[in-house]
């Protein structure tokens, strides 16, 4: 036999039950030696670049000047063209995330302008804030400022970002036969925490080593914008039906006022899940001591509810975990450096402006108030910070027009707030967000922005957004509706351009409506579905486990426009239900159109819809999935498969896959 | 819908992923993925291309009788641990997925969805499959030619009826495309993107250094070569040459971006000639083995039209089809007509008439989107005959086209449907094209697009060549240096008035004017990116260009009506993203 036999062999071999595995473990325990003198050919090193700024040398020393070649990157990056050399002014160098970038705000009323103007001029301060920043980014920053810039301080104002993408992908099957699902949540946390703690203290002990001083500042969450999630852990059939019993009870009993009853159903529903996977029972706990005007309890709960979906890695919330938090305030503390609590300083504040632009970024009063006490901390002995002014009025508008639109796809009380903003501040510019939210092309092409985009200098945050990709605005649930409780019956006319750009634009005609395309699948935070809802080039990014819609949720939404006969498509299945009484429901605008059987493999219908169920405007589609019946010993034996395969475990139950959804117009 | 075969082919996880669909053995739809991604040879599951099969097909996936995929991975593997173990890139040392075997079964089931049989082929035979079954030749000679799949490089096959039967195979590591690319890497260009543009250099040279490239492999007499490994490096190393090559030449290889000079014109140049040289006796030795008057081939080589075209001129048979995405793309097709036979089909004698497989942008989409930006346009819905007049105007009068219509093409050659075109008769426009439009070197010819009824009066070519996979003389007597490469050659389609009524039209009308029924055709992209499949991309790309009008199906827009303010997009657009690796062939 030679070589190539045997290669061929071999191959036959590991491809056969455990052979993975038995060549990973001989990696492991280094029986494979791996030859590491193979030729290695590297290109000559390029200049040091800071982010978007790469050293220039000139006369008075090293420049940082911003890289053409990264001009894409801009945006993300503060509004600076270049870092002179050290002058005689103190030195802050601040490194943050979105919030510390200023989000809308920017470039015009940036944390680090604030900063700036309240330390006076003998104090610069240089911006190395970036939106969706991470830990290791901020410890290269943090390495390349101490080398180059010569900081006298240096600021980190992040830990929304450090979440625990890539933990679970870790897990073996061993790991999930040997804990529970609470000790596998444990696990995971203090791994996370052990590996922000070893970066942390990278980034306190270089900064150390050049005797220069750090300052943490860790952000604070908006608890008002937090809703939980519709999400129980799956625990077999019967608990799983239990507690979406108990769920759909106490949140009847919160409606109803009997907070009592709800409490108790609540506690319940913690018996049956652990607290470690769901948020459900927190947040209805939370929601019953703020109703209480228990708010230091509510807002511990709420801190809960969001920490116990720490391994739903799938909800992009940008939050600081609790253990991101200890373990800054931990670091801090053991190194020598200086740290503030938002959380605290918010606590103590007496504004009566609210103090969030949404559920983590900061209004200006927020910016100011966060700021100030950094500058205290900062500022020589004895001297007062000096006040800052508030931002022009566009720029204001600015933040809210863009939160709006960014916030367009969400579920509508959160859709309601931020129109409410913008219309209190201007409500001229509710017309545009409505012909924005029912445009056929993206954002950049519609001529009324661009008008704005070339006139108004604070829109340049939103402009570079717009331009930078062919992003379109997500359907809300209920953009009219919303429009019309907000604009009150007097203004008819933008509503009514609105309704008709939604029937020109989202209404099927020669070619069938794809309603699992971005635009008509809610865009919903605090949903799992939200990588489906994802335009696709960043859903290639994200990876997702299937390429099909799969609903977390006992009913998946959909909006589209139509107000003639059609004929609606579904592919689905349901692959944890197995047939018997029970049935999918199809529903448009709460009137049911069909019941059909459950189904472990791909089953077609097609369901005719009359004119008469539809309404003008925007039509709600609602898919109603059955109970689940896969038993405790299958869930635990797919999550075992699952992980074998090297596959991220299903920790919550997937009530149902629709793999084609399309509605056309109907022939007959 | 019902009793109809629905049969889905798909290449992946190495590069150039995509997906087709056949209906009873039919070709029905065909993409590549990284006409959805936007990542250039995009190697991941095709999960965009495997909807937009579906939805083309106006099928569900429980209508999909089978699948059919590309390779086998358990004889991949043996591959890999036959280049050993301390091949593998120390990036990779702890990662085992490259190991994994059950990966492309489980990742089609798992992220597609798919419930029906999957069926897995060689992957020359899915080569092979993919330019016989459709050739339109009920008989032929086939040969495969590329980098590597699981072990063969090279394979010969006779193929006939619904069945292929392999005759002789050459293995890993002696391999024509490996050559092709090491040597591809020693110029300067990226390996596996860069092989164009050694062809394309190639002409300006002198074959002087033949002798040299003969000591880099040694040709057998019957359908065998050798590789002297001692020249090259990817068996251990992050490069395709060793430094032995260097010695060879007597100069170190050049680095990318540097300076091009006669050297490296006269080592392309060399190489070509000793591959076409090596081409020619291989199909001389097929013949021999398997007589017909037909040859089909496929593979990353049979991307090399000017071998082709020698291939079909000196080589015994009387025709020849390339597949035309004969890259790992097309192993797709040939995966899916394997997969239709397995499953009890057969198929059907088809020659492949054209290659707008890919989707297309909805006439009312677009005119919503115009419509909204307010910008001024033209609207020519119903009004062809206008259209085509409006724009011979802007090509005789110097300008250049971007031009969208229909579905788009499956492959790496524009046809007409996501082309840029223009007059190839001023002296400046192959530079102008090349610097302002297509921001790429400028040594690289383009290709001439021409209606088939005219092919003859300007070119060496008496039979039609709608893929662009094949080169021939200029013998024109108009001067056409736009198209016309340094050696008298142009590398020609032919364009079919079935086929491309609009686009037949628009030559047609432009002869009438100017005499020159010839257009300057090439791919509608900006270097390092995959061609616009949307018409929102081809908007963009007009923004990020110096084009002068963009024709979106039945509208026209000039490039004096972009607001200024559009123009930031070329700031903040960011470089694409590069699905395969520099120097080295992606092995794992």
Not at chain 1, 345 to 370: M, N, T
Not at chain 1, 387 to 413: K, M, R, T, Y
Not at chain 2, 50 to 59: A, K, W
Not at chain 2, 417 to 429: C, F, K, V
Request: proline share 6%; glycine share 6%.
């Amino acid at each position: 036999m030679d070589s190539k036999q045997k290669a061929a062999q071999l191959a036959t071999l590991l491809a056969k039950g455990e052979g993975k595995q038995i060549l990973s473990l001989m990696f492991d325990l280094k029986l494979l030696d791996v030859d590491t003198t193979q030729a290695i050919h590297t290109l000559p090193e390029s200049q040091p670049t800071i982010g978007i700024w790469e050293a220039q040398q000139r006369p008075d020393g090293v420049h940082f000047v911003r890289s053409q070649k990264l001009r894409h990157e801009w945006s993300g990056w503060a509004d600076i063209e270049e870092f002179h050399p050290k002058s005689g002014k103190r030195r802050v160098v601040v490194i943050g995330e979105s919030v510390a970038h200023g989000w809308f705000l920017a470039p015009a009323f940036t944390p680090c302008k604030v900063l700036a103007q309240m330390l006076g001029e003998d104090t610069e301060v240089l911006d190395l804030s970036r939106i969706n920043m991470a830990l290791p980014q901020a410890m290269q920053l943090n390495s390349l400022a101490l080398e180059h810039l010569a900081p006298d301080v240096i600021v980190h104002f992040s830990g929304n970002n450090w979440g625990p993408l890539g933990l679970i992908q870790s897990l073996s099957r061993e790991d999930y036969v040997e804990f529970t699902l609470e000790k596998l949540v444990e696990s995971r946390k203090a791994e996370l925490s052990t590996l922000i703690r070893t970066l942390l203290e990278n980034i306190a002990a270089t900064a150390k080593a050049k005797n220069v001083p750090l300052l943490f500042v860790i952000p604070e969450f908006n608890f008002g914008e937090w809703k939980d999630t519709w999400y129980g852990p799956w625990l077999g059939a019967g608990k799983t039906s239990q507690w979406y019993e108990k769920r759909t009870a106490a949140e009847a009993a919160f409606e109803a006022g009997d907070l009592h009853r709800c409490i108790g159903l609540a506690n319940d529903m913690l018996v049956l899940d652990g607290g470690a996977l769901g948020g459900a029972a927190y947040d209805l706990l939370a929601r019953c001591s703020r109703a209480k005007s228990n708010l230091r309890e509510a807002r511990e709960l709420f801190e809960r509810s969001w920490d116990a979906i720490f391994l739903n890695s799938s909800i992009p919330l940008a939050r600081c975990l609790p253990s991101n938090r200890e373990a800054i305030a931990s670091v801090a503390a053991a190194s020598g450096c200086q740290c503030i609590d938002l959380r605290d300083v918010f606590d103590q504040a007496e504004s009566q402006s609210p103090l969030f632009a949404d559920y983590c970024h900061l209004s200006v009063e927020g910016i100011r108030l966060a700021m100030s006490a950094v500058a205290k901390t900062l500022a020589k002995p004895g001297r007062d910070c000096t006040p800052v002014s508030a931002p022009p009025h566009a720029v204001e508008i600015a933040n809210s027009f863009g939160l709006a639109l960014q916030n367009s796809a969400l579920p509508d009380e959160i859709l309601a707030r931020h129109l409410r903003v913008l219309a209190d501040d201007s409500p001229e510019w509710i017309p545009l967000f409505l012909e924005l939210a029912a445009a056929s092309g993206p954002l950049w092409m519609n001529r009324k922005l661009r008008c704005l985009f070339e006139q108004e200098k604070a829109f340049s945050y939103l402009r570079n957004f717009a331009y930078g990709s062919d992003w379109n605005i997500a359907l809300s649930q209920n953009l009219i509706g919303v429009a019309k409780q907000i604009l009150g019956p007097d203004n008819q006319e933008a509503t009514g351009t609105a309704t008709m750009l939604l029937h020109r634009n989202h209404e099927p005609r020669d070619q069938p409506l794809d309603l699992l395309s971005s635009r008509y699948s809610f865009l919903s935070l605090q949903e799992r579905e939200f990588l489906w809802t994802m335009p696709e080039p960043v859903r290639n990014l994200l990876l997702p486990s299937s390429n099909f819609y799969r609903s977390y949720k006992p009913e998946s939404p959909f909006a589209f426009a139509g107000s003639k006969p059609l004929c609606l498509s579904l592919t689905y299945r349901t692959p944890h239900t197995a047939p018997g009484d029970t049935w999918v429901e199809v529903s448009i605008n709460q009137d049911k159109q069909a019941c059909l059987p459950p189904s472990t493999s791909w089953r077609t219908c097609t369901i005719s819809i009359p004119a008469d169920v539809l309404n003008v405007g925007q039509n709600w589609l609602r898919i109603g999935w059955p109970k689940l019946t896969a038993e405790e010993d299958t869930v635990l034996k797919l999550r075992a498969d699952r992980m074998q395969c090297g596959l991220t475990p299903e920790l919550y139950p997937v009530f149902g896959e629709i793999h084609s959804l399309t509605v056309r117009v109907s022939n007959s | 819908m019902r009793g109809s075969s629905y049969v889905i082919g798909i290449s992946a996880f190495f590069h150039d992923s995509s997906c087709c669909l056949l209906r009873d053995g039919v070709l029905v739809a065909a993409a590549s993925e990284e006409r959805f991604t936007r990542i250039k040879h995009d190697g991941s599951l095709p999960v965009n291309a495997f909807r937009y099969c579906l939805r083309e097909g106006d099928i569900n996936i429980n209508d999909l009788s089978c699948i059919g995929y590309y390779e086998e991975p358990v004889k991949k593997l043996g591959r890999q641990l036959w280049m050993g173990l301390p091949g593998i890139p120390a990036s990779r040392l702890h990662d085992t997925s490259w190991f994994d075997v059950h990966r492309p079964e489980r990742e089609i089931i798992n992220q597609l969805g798919i419930e029906c049989p999957l069926h897995f082929f060689g992957h020359h035979a899915s080569h092979a499959a993919s330019a016989f079954f459709f050739s339109g030749f009920p008989e032929a000679a086939i040969m495969t030619v590329d980098g590597v799949g699981e072990w063969s490089t090279t394979a010969y096959w006779k193929g006939g009826g619904s069945t292929m039967s392999l005759l002789e195979e050459v293995d890993f590591p002696d391999s024509l495309g490996l050559l092709y690319s090491a040597v591809t890497g020693y110029l300067g260009f990226e390996v596996n993107e860069g092989e164009y543009k050694v062809m394309g250099l190639a002409p300006y040279g002198q074959p002087r250094y033949m002798d040299k490239i003969s000591s880099l492999i040694a040709n057998g007499k019957d359908g065998s070569f050798q590789l002297d490994m001692k020249y090259f490096d990817f068996l251990r190393g992050d490069r395709m040459h060793s430094d032995a090559m260097d010695e060879l030449f007597g100069q170190p290889a050049r680095l990318r971006d540097s300076e091009i000079d006669s050297f490296h014109y006269d080592v392309a140049a060399s190489l070509q000639k000793t591959l076409e040289e090596i081409l020619l006796q291989k199909v001389q030795y097929l013949f021999e083995r398997s007589p017909s008057e037909n040859l089909c081939m496929a593979g990353g080589v049979a991307l090399n039209c000017v071998a082709n075209s020698r291939l079909l001129k000196e080589g015994p048979f009387q025709r020849l089809f390339v597949q035309p995405a004969s890259s790992d793309a097309g192993g797709a097709l040939g995966a899916a007509a394997l997969a239709h036979i397995a499953n009890g089909g057969t198929m059907p004698v088809q020659s492949l008439p054209h290659v707008y497989l890919g989707r297309s942008s909805p006439v009312a989409e677009i005119h919503n989107a115009l419509s909204e930006s307010a910008i001024p346009y033209l609207n020519f819905e119903g009004k062809t005959t206008e259209l085509i007049e409006a724009v011979v105007d802007r090509l005789a009068a110097g300008k250049v086209i971007g031009w969208f219509q229909g579905r788009d093409e499956f492959g790496p050659r524009a046809l007409g449907s996501r082309s840029i075109l223009a007059d190839p008769r001023p002296e400046h426009m192959r530079d102008h094209v090349n610097a302002l439009v297509k921001l790429r070197e400028g040594f690289r010819p383009f290709a001439p697009a021409v209606p088939e009824s005219s092919a003859a009066d300007h070119f060496d070519i008496d039979h039609p060549s709608r893929f662009m996979l094949e080169t021939c003389q200029v013998t024109s007597s108009l001067s056409m240096p736009a198209i016309t490469h340094v050696d008298g050659s142009a590398r020609v389609q032919t364009v079919d008035p079935q086929i491309s009524p609009r686009f037949h039209a628009l030559l047609e009308a432009f002869g009438r004017r100017t005499g020159c029924p010839v257009l300057l055709n090439t791919s509608f992209n900006v270097r390092g990116e995959p061609i616009v499949s949307t018409f929102m991309e081809a908007l963009r790309c007009l923004i990020r260009t110096e084009i002068d009008s963009l024709v979106l199906e039945d509208f026209l827009l000039d490039r004096e009506s972009i607001p200024t303010d559009w123009f930031c997009i070329r700031e903040v657009t960011a470089p694409s993203v590069r699905g395969v690796g520099e120097y080295a062939y992606t092995f794992f």
